[in-house]
């Protein structure tokens, strides 16, 4: 399997490539940055970590890579100016998403290539690349809330002192102020969180508020995030290579699944060599149930917008 990260020179694309790397599952790793220098320093230093890793191919360039691979990872983006509203990061970085579609549908791709979105605001943006590039739905994904979970579940499991591979819970909905923290099936190898010696309401308030505001507090602190994104872009990756049937919360356009549709966002999904390969409507708490699909109506007012301004297609 071969992939091509667009944004690959960035923190977000590098980290990536490191963790995939460090997996040693894909065949190629191709780093693609409008900063050549960059993308090629980066895709050296990889390289060069090769002998205690994997033997993979690792690579750097443009949109030559795209036609030939598998996996077509866009991290690409923009950050926020002082004072700049987020309505307008939004435009900027729909324009230049729109940009980097148009380049990919220049040289083309493989029929059966599976587009990963991974630039912000991601649900939006999965939505625009499923409509605009000439894929089955099921190959157009985001990386949704799959960081936010993986943060959520690493802070729950601070507070508890627990290990943090066995802490099982989830985000879902949209990857930003409207997510959704999913304590009805929260566990710990099995058992309910709940039932932990320390754990109350207080605290589930405190650890989801946190999770919330992980991004800011990372990009206040080191500049922006880099590990533990490229570490969710893996798990999402790496059960495409290996067809795992993982069930991750990550982003797609929703036809139906709790009554959402015409919108992408993260629900429980089962991810294959096919990207999407179907989604879980579980039982959750009434609660949960409507703050998703309020999710979703937060989604569909932002998509309209920028739909309004750039078009359908």
């Known amino acids: 399997m071969k992939v091509s990260i667009i944004g690959g020179g960035g923190l977000v694309g590098s980290c990536a490539g490191f963790a995939l790397q460090c997996s040693g599952i894909v065949r190629e790793i191709a780093l693609l940055d409008v900063n050549a220098d960059l993308a090629g320093g980066q895709a050296l230093d990889l ?66 290539a599976t587009v990963f ?10 939505y625009l690349a499923s409509t605009r590039l000439d894929l089955p739905t099921n190959r157009v994904i985001g990386l949704g809330t799959q960081l936010d979970t993986i943060r959520f579940r690493a802070l729950i499991a601070e507070f508890c002192k627990l290990p943090p591979t066995q802490v099982k819970a989830l985000i879902l909905g949209e990857h930003g102020d409207s997510m959704v923290p999913i304590w009805s099936s929260a566990s710990v190898n099995g058992l309910p969180l709940e039932k932990f010696p ?30 533990a994104v490229g570490i969710a872009i893996r798990d999402v990756i790496d059960a495409i290579a290996l067809d795992s049937h993982q069930i991750l919360p990550i982003s797609s356009i929703q036809n139906g699944c709790y009554d959402i549709r015409d919108v992408a966002l993260s629900v429980p999904t089962v991810v294959g060599k096919n990207g999407v390969e179907s989604t879980f409507q579980l039982d959750l708490w009434p609660k949960e149930i409507q703050a998703l699909r309020r999710s979703g109506t937060v989604l569909r007012e932002t998509l309209s917008t920028v739909l309004n301004r750039v078009g359908r297609s």
Do not use: M
């Open 47 to 112: 390289l060069h970590g090769g002998p205690s890793t994997a033997d993979q191919i690792i690579s750097s360039g443009s949109y030559e890579h795209i036609p030939d691979s598998d996996v077509i990872c866009i991290t690409a983006g923009l950050r926020r100016k002082p004072d700049e509203s987020r309505l307008d990061l939004i435009n900027r970085n729909v324009d230049l998403f729109l940009t980097i579609l148009d380049s990919i549908k220049k040289v083309g791709y493989k029929k059966d």
């Open 117 to 126: 979105v991974v630039s912000n605001p991601v649900d939006i943006l999965t």
């Open 198 to 227: 320390g754990w109350n309401p207080n605290a589930a308030n405190e650890l989801f508020t946190r999770t919330k505001g992980s991004g800011a507090e990372v990009i206040k602190k080191k500049g922006g995030a880099g590990f």
